[in-house]
């Protein structure tokens, strides 16, 4: 079974700086999509990012950037010149590519604070 | 285009009684799933469905079940309601069965136990 781990319970920075969330995975499977999703006070989860494993670069979404390691295992989100909005739960999860799975399987999640 | 739509979004129940979650996919789509969030366990994935099949599973009590419907809404129900089925629960939604499809969430159903 594939497991997710988020080893930062919160995490804090300053508005305008630059924040790295880590991740880290465990399969068998050598094809299946990663992804980041926010969750605010709302609760809705937004799709962040989305990673696919059999692409070698990293995926960018405006200020968002991942870090993929398919080796190690290893999938960090980048957020780049934080804003006060982005503060939020973020939660890395793994997908199967196995044709017809859209089970999701999250990490414990990231607490992310801006400070202003 | 209305987005993924949970009712009720809050509810309070009694231990021992059931309860019936409803969700509204985006319009289009066809696969929905479902997921419980607690702070001590996390989001864990509940069960999905396609064409008003379940095709996967999460590995919780019988009392949990839901179903889909030919317009692709679909229910959960919790049958006798205990404490630690409180919960958000969150319904998503996506447009086929192809895995690169982007799965889109609802608000979630917030229940409390009591």
């Known amino acids: 079974a594939q497991t997710v781990t988020q080893s930062q319970p919160e995490m804090s920075v300053q508005e305008a700086e630059t924040v790295t969330l880590s991740c880290t995975y465990d399969?068998?499977?050598?094809?299946?999509?990663l992804f980041w999703y926010k969750q605010p006070p709302s609760r809705q989860m937004i799709l962040v990012i989305r990673?696919?494993?059999?692409?070698?670069q990293n995926a960018t979404e405006n200020r968002f950037s991942v870090n993929f390691q398919k080796a190690a295992k290893s999938f960090s989100l980048k957020i780049s010149d934080s804003q006060l909005g982005d503060a939020a739960m973020y939660f890395c999860?793994?997908?199967?590519?196995?044709?017809?799975?859209?089970?999701?399987?999250f990490g414990q999640g990231t607490r992310l604070t801006i400070n202003p | 285009k209305a987005g993924v739509t949970q009712t009720p979004r809050y509810l309070i129940k009694t231990r021992g009684q059931q309860v019936t979650l409803s969700c509204s996919p985006i319009?289009?789509?066809?696969?929905v799933s479902w997921y419980q969030q607690t702070p001590g366990q996390g989001l864990q994935f509940l069960f999905e469905?396609?064409?008003?099949?379940?095709?996967n599973k999460g590995n919780f009590p019988g009392r949990f079940s839901g179903r889909q419907f030919s317009n692709s809404r679909s229910e959960m129900n919790v049958s006798t309601l205990e404490l630690g089925d409180s919960a958000l629960y969150l319904c998503?939604?996506?447009?086929?069965?192809?895995?690169?499809?982007?799965?889109?969430f609802g608000e979630g159903s917030w229940l409390t136990v009591v």
């Open positions: 998503a939604s996506s447009l086929a069965l192809a895995s690169g499809n982007t799965i889109y």
């Open positions: 399969t068998s499977e050598s094809d299946y999509y």
């Open positions: 990673q696919e494993a059999y692409k070698q």
């Open positions: 999860a793994y997908r199967t590519q196995l044709q017809g799975a859209q089970k999701l399987v």
């Open positions: 319009s289009g789509h066809r696969s």
């Open positions: 469905y396609f064409s008003e099949t379940q095709r």
